[in-house]
């Protein structure tokens, strides 16, 4: 899909530049950054290398006026904080998308994260959270398309073909609501129960127009997560999986990006930029942290 996105389509998008003004639009890594938590998915662990150099020496062991150093490594799975999701993330039938071989436990080289060298195009902000007068949306409230075009709507933004979509429910700030108790809830109860999503009733606009890339500042972009097994998918005859996932990454070859934080472009009532991201060419990476940025 990002062959969408022509030379012509980014000199029109680096036109919408006319403040300097960037907003990144990741979330920081740390231990506890926003995820879905599961026994895999757990938060960033950056250490600090001690290997002679760089450690905290005893008093008279080293003259700090020489020089001294640090260096870290760090130790994350790809699908927590901000990310974005490759073609290698989603397949059926033992094929990703037009028919590449699926993942390996080791040497994945087909639709991973460093054939995603770049993102650079028309960003469109959809505040939904504010359109509807919710902020954030209730728990499981399904975004319609309805709710998508009347958004854009009522800020005067036109969504056109290849644009790069995001979506804002307001989701981010449940990360750290405090427990039933008061208290700082380790487990992110608040955050983890059935998130706000775009529902699969907009699969066939995002094709009309083209769309390149759908963002939102939730875990999974899309209705229905944490899945709820008892709902019964019509789309791909059935098939056990997040119904925009598979329409959007499988069938079209387009990108999601989840865990965004929109706030600063929301409180700007930024709605249309130019967007760059440049993901980490990670070769094998199913999933890649990004750090997108939008600049107007």
């Known amino acids: 899909m990002l062959n969408f996105i022509t030379p012509e389509l980014i000199v029109k998008a680096a036109g919408l530049v006319k403040q300097g003004k960037v907003y990144p639009l990741g979330e920081e890594m740390h231990a506890d950054l926003p995820r879905a938590i599961t026994p895999s998915r757990f938060g960033v662990q950056i250490i600090t290398e001690n290997d002679g150099y760089d450690r905290v020496t005893q008093p008279g062991q080293f003259d700090p006026k020489r020089q001294q150093g640090a260096?870290?490594?760090?130790?994350?799975?790809?699908?927590?904080?901000?990310?974005?999701?490759?073609?290698?993330?989603?397949?059926?039938?033992?094929?990703?998308?037009?028919?590449?071989?699926?993942?390996?436990?080791?040497?994945?080289?087909?639709?991973?994260?460093?054939?995603?060298?770049?993102?650079?195009?028309?960003?469109?902000?959809?505040?939904?959270?504010?359109?509807?007068?919710?902020?954030?949306?209730?728990?499981?409230?399904?975004?319609?398309?309805?709710?998508?075009?009347?958004?854009?709507?009522?800020?005067?933004v036109e969504i056109r073909k290849g644009d790069i979509l995001l979506i804002r429910t307001g989701w981010r700030k449940m990360w750290d609501q405090p427990g039933p108790d008061g208290r700082v809830d380790l487990a992110h109860r608040q955050y983890l129960q059935p998130q706000p999503g775009v529902g699969p009733d907009s699969l066939k606009f995002f094709n009309d127009m083209e769309i390149v890339a759908l963002g939102a500042d939730t875990a999974a972009v899309e209705w229905n997560f944490p899945i709820d097994p008892s709902y019964n998918k019509k789309a791909f005859d059935g098939f056990q999986g997040l119904p925009l996932h598979v329409d959007f990454i499988w069938s079209r070859g387009a990108y999601i990006i989840e865990i965004m934080n929109l706030d600063g472009l929301a409180k700007d009532q930024a709605y249309e930029f130019l967007f760059v991201v440049a993901p980490l060419l990670l070769r094998g990476g199913i999933g890649v942290p990004v750090n997108p940025i939008a600049i107007r």
């Open 71 to 156: 260096a870290s490594f760090t130790v994350m799975h790809n699908h927590v904080g901000t990310h974005l999701d490759t073609f290698a993330h989603i397949y059926r039938e033992n094929a990703l998308f037009n028919n590449m071989p699926p993942p390996k436990p080791a040497g994945t080289t087909h639709g991973d994260a460093a054939s995603v060298q770049f993102m650079v195009g028309r960003g469109v902000l959809l505040d939904v959270a504010k359109y509807k007068g919710q902020d954030p949306l209730p728990a499981k409230y399904w975004i319609t398309l309805e709710d998508l075009q009347n958004t854009a709507k009522a800020q005067n």
